[in-house]
């Protein structure tokens, strides 16, 4: 059985054509937004053939899926601080880095145009979010062992209440957040979270 177009993890020339046509789709997403996103147009900016972009990923949506695929494996690992207070912080200001640069703040909020009316697109999305989850959700685990949170915390729904706040206020009103922000919202889940907040009633 083949795999879906874009899905494949190929090495060599190969990869290399992938890294092209990835940073050109983001290009194309952050200048254009996603409904002007073509394939013959990244294939162009990429400067490679044509065939090669059809044939690898198929449809825009399936390049968006890839892109975002991309974007959650060069994620950065999560911190190791010892203190779950520091962790949580830590989380605040990579997501704050994210949002206030000018590729990715600009290039986050084309998609999440997106995948409010595309659901290949919002189901990437979801996955890239589950990754970047998994990857920080033992802070919180460790937070618990370590006596520093409530038994039954979730750490899923810690993290996620870390950057919700810095997401907000970015598409709400395209208030683009800073290192205090960041600081604010680690301060305040953690705050709910040593409360019982988010402890699993089971």
Known sequence: MSAEPGTVRPGGRTARVRAAVLRAAGDVLVEQGFDRLDLAEVARRAEVG???VYRRWGSVTALVADLLADMAE???????????????RANALLVQRTLADPRQGA???????????DERTAQALRHFYAVRIAEWAPCVTE???????????????????????????????????????????????????????????A
């Not at 290039?107 to 009316?117: D, N, S, T």
């Not at 915390?153 to 208030?175: D, F, H, I, K, M």
């Open 74 to 88: 060069q994620s950065l690992p999560r911190a190791r601080s010892g203190s779950v207070r520091e962790d949580l």
């Open 50 to 52: 044509k065939t090669t």
């Open 143 to 201: 937070g618990v062992a370590r006596g520093e949170l409530p038994a039954g915390t979730e750490p899923a729904t810690v993290v996620r209440a870390v950057s919700a706040p810095l997401y907000y206020g970015l598409l709400t009103a395209g208030t683009v957040p800073d290192p205090a922000d960041a600081e604010r919202a680690a301060d305040a889940a953690l705050a709910a979270a040593r409360a019982g907040v988010y402890v699993n009633p």
């Open 107 to 117: 290039l986050f909020r084309a998609v999440i145009a997106a995948a409010a009316c």
